[in-house]
């Protein structure tokens, strides 16, 4: 599949010069374009590959539309600018924009800079992945301590024995430890309801299962 690049002009620049001019540099390159912030909002769920922004001036609707392009797919993307204010650009940096050129557009200067756009966004892909696994041990490590709060307030074990628990069931069912976690916090949790309201707890009829069985914590 040849690799791809969506151009968003809203420049002075026509479409055919423009078009012209990144073809002869980005050959092999399958072109799209647009015209209008509402389009390029509207391409969020389907971006990929490259995407190159031209602007006269660079206005909060274009910071928006960008941002909504980010959350929905992360993309290499750069932008051009011949009038652009400082904090707008820092919003885009802020995005994860791999280019932001404040400057008039040079299309002999795109193989660079695409080759910079790539390279910027695999390194930032790199960091978010890894801040979002931080993020997920540090939850884990969170329903961990209370699983075994609730197991030893339970099942009067100690610390090691609640964790010994933990990681059992962890491996006999092939599952990460804070799921297991999550599993029993749910389960035991509806034994302190059944406790402290049985009538209502039996005419719920609430039965905690675990890969369809009973959990038996």
């Known amino acids: 599949m040849a690799p791809s690049?969506?151009?968003?002009?809203?420049?002075?620049?026509?479409?055919?010069?423009?078009i012209s001019s990144i073809q002869k540099v980005m050959t092999g390159f399958e072109l799209s374009y647009m015209n209008s912030v509402e389009a390029l909002a509207a391409h969020s769920e389907s971006?990929?590959?490259?995407?190159?922004?031209?602007?006269?001036?660079?206005?909060?609707?274009?910071v928006q539309a960008i941002k909504l392009l980010q959350e929905a797919r992360r993309c290499?993307?750069?932008?051009?600018?011949?009038?652009?204010?400082?904090?707008?650009?820092?919003?885009?940096?802020?995005?994860?924009?791999?280019?932001?050129?404040?400057?008039?557009?040079?299309?002999?200067?795109?193989?660079?800079?695409c080759a910079i756009a790539n390279a910027r966004f695999g390194a930032h892909q790199k960091l978010y992945g890894e801040l979002e696994e931080a993020r997920s041990?540090?939850?884990?490590?969170?329903?961990?301590?209370?699983?075994?709060?609730?197991?030893?307030?339970?099942?009067?074990?100690?610390e090691p024995e609640a964790y010994a628990l933990l990681r059992k069931q962890a491996m006999d069912k092939g599952l990460r430890?804070?799921?297991v976690a999550r599993q029993v916090i749910d389960t035991l949790e509806l034994l302190e309801l059944a406790v402290g309201q049985p009538k209502a707890f039996e005419q719920r009829k609430v039965t905690h299962l675990t890969n369809g069985k009973p959990a038996n914590f």
């Open 137 to 158: 041990r540090l939850a884990d490590r969170k329903l961990l301590d209370r699983a075994k709060g609730l197991l030893m307030s339970h099942r009067k074990l100690s």
């Open 177 to 179: 430890l804070g799921v």
């Open 47 to 62: 971006a990929s590959g490259l995407i190159l922004l031209l602007l006269a001036k660079l206005e909060a609707r274009h």
């Open 76 to 113: 290499p993307l750069m932008v051009f600018a011949d009038d652009a204010d400082p904090k707008l650009i820092k919003q885009l940096i802020d995005f994860g924009v791999s280019v932001v050129i404040h400057g008039s557009f040079d299309a002999t200067r795109l193989p660079t800079l």
């Open 5 to 18: 690049m969506l151009i968003f002009n809203d420049s002075c620049q026509s479409r055919e010069h423009l």
